[in-house]
């Protein structure tokens, strides 16, 4: 007895690979317009955030310390803090938002 496997082979379609091509082409183009651009656009706001950064300005640093610039290089601030002043990185600076005179003052 000889046994052959049958295969059964679907035909492709014009049509079908179009609707492929469009599916592939429309999630690249919500990946790019809900992940990738928000992101790409934070970035750039931060950037800007930190090359702003001047003498008197109050900064939170990422780890939650709160000051008042004293001096800015390229890299660095010097921040005054409660008890003296210390030197951060200019990419440890948040951007969400400024430092409140009441934090400063250490009331808060």
Known sequence: MNFTPSLFLQASTDAGGMSTLVFIMGTMLV??????RPQLKKQKETRKFRETIAKGDRVVTVGGIHGKVLDVNDKTALLQIDKGSMRVDLGGISADGAASEEALSGKA
């Open 31 to 36: 990946f790019y317009f809900f992940i990738m």
